[in-house]
C-alpha cells in the first residue's frame, strides 16, 4: 500500500488544511471587519474633534470685531421701528435722549463671571448676560448671582454646539426649552431675550434662520444680535488695550450700541478691558444699561422680515 494514501496521512492532511482555511477566515474576518470597525471609530473621534475646532474658529471669525473693526451697522437693519416689542416709546433713545450702551457677555457662567460681576458692582452700572448650560456645581450658583445682583439674564442655547443646536428646528426647540427651564429651575427668571450662537446672521446653520426666528416669536421672546465688540472671541489676538480701542471706536454715533464681549475661563483679557472700556463710556454722553423687554432689538436678520 502506497504510504502516502494511508488514511492516517489523509487526515492528517485534512486537518492541516481546515488550519489553513481557519487563518485564512481570521484574516479575512481582521481586515473586512476589524480594521474597518477601528478605522471608523477613529475617524468618528476625529470628526467631532474636528467639529468643534470649526465651532471655535466660527464664534472666534464672526462672533467678534468682524462688526465693530469697521463699525458696519448699515450691512444690518436695526428692526425695531415697526415693533416687534409693545412699549414702543420707552425703546426710542432714552427719556434723557442719551444714546444708551449696552454691555453683553456671552458664553457664562465662567470662573470670570464673579470678577465681571464686581466690576460692575463698582462702578455701578449693569449688564446682560447670555448664558448657556453649564452643570458644574461650582458655576451653578453664578446664574442666581447674576439675576440678584440686577444685571439681565438672557439665553444662549444650553449646548452652545453648533452641529447639534442648527440640526433641524426641533433640535433647537429642545435646546432652547432646556436652556430656559434649566436657568427658571435655578433663578427663578423665566427669561424670553435671546441670542442666537453666531448670531441670527449666523451661516453654519442646516436649518433656515427664519424657522428659528418664526418660533422664538411665537415663545415671546425676542433675540439681540450685536453692533459693537471688543473682538474677544478670539482667545490671544487682541491685547487689553485693543479690547478697549475696539469697543469704542465701534460705538454706534447716531443712536444706541449692543456691545459684544465673552463670559469665559480663557477671558481674562475681557475682564481686564472692562474697567477701561467703562471708564471711558461714562466720560461720554452714553448712558450704560441692562437689556430689558423694553430695549429696542439690534437684529443681523430683522424679526420683522418674518412672518
Ligand atoms: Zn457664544
Redesign the pocket.
Known amino acids: 500500500m502506497d504510504k502516502k494514501n494511508t488514511p492516517a496521512v489523509a487526515a492528517a492532511n485534512r486537518r492541516k488544511r481546515v488550519a489553513r482555511l481557519k487563518k485564512i477566515l481570521i484574516a479575512v474576518a481582521v481586515i473586512f471587519l476589524v480594521i474597518p470597525t477601528i478605522v471608523c471609530i477613529f475617524l468618528a473621534i476625529k470628526v467631532d474633534s474636528l467639529q468643534k475646532q470649526v465651532d471655535y474658529l466660527y ?1 472666534a471669525k464672526f ?1 467678534n470685531g468682524v462688526f465693530s473693526a469697521d463699525n458696519s451697522l448699515s450691512r444690518y437693519e436695526v428692526s425695531g421701528s415697526e415693533g416687534t416689542l409693545r412699549d414702543t416709546d420707552a425703546r426710542s433713545s432714552g427719556s434723557n435722549g442719551k444714546r444708551k450702551v449696552y454691555l453683553t457677555f ?2 457664562g457662567p465662567s470662573e470670570n463671571t464673579e470678577a465681571i460681576l464686581e466690576v460692575l458692582a463698582k462702578y455701578n452700572v449693569k449688564a446682560t448676560f447670555f448664558v448657556v448650560g453649564k452643570e458644574d456645581e461650582g458655576l451653578k450658583p453664578l446664574y442666581k448671582k447674576i439675576v440678584d445682583s440686577g444685571n439681565s439674564i438672557g439665553l ?1 442655547s444650553y449646548s ?1 454646539k453648533y452641529s447639534v443646536l442648527y440640526k433641524s428646528l426641533e433640535d433647537f426647540e429642545a435646546d432652547f426649552h432646556k436652556i430656559q427651564d434649566y436657568v427658571k429651575s435655578i433663578t427663578g427668571v423665566k427669561t424670553v431675550l435671546y441670542r442666537f ?1 453666531g448670531g441670527s446672521s449666523n451661516q453654519v446653520s442646516d436649518v433656515d434662520m427664519k424657522d428659528l426666528i418664526r418660533f422664538l416669536k411665537e415663545e415671546g421672546v425676542v433675540y439681540f444680535d450685536w453692533n459693537d465688540a471688543t473682538g474677544d472671541a478670539s482667545t490671544t489676538k487682541y491685547t487689553v488695550t485693543q479690547l478697549v480701542n475696539n469697543a469704542i471706536s465701534g460705538l454706534n454715533k447716531e443712536g444706541d450700541t449692543i456691545l459684544l464681549m465673552h463670559d469665559a475661563n480663557t477671558k481674562g483679557t475681557t475682564v481686564e478691558a472692562l474697567p477701561l472700556i467703562i471708564e471711558k463710556l461714562k466720560a461720554m454722553d452714553v448712558e450704560i444699561v441692562p437689556i430689558d423687554m423694553s430695549t429696542q432689538p439690534i437684529q443681523h436678520i430683522s424679526a420683522d422680515s418674518v412672518e
Open positions: 464664534e462672533g456671552d458664553d444662549h452652545h450662537p
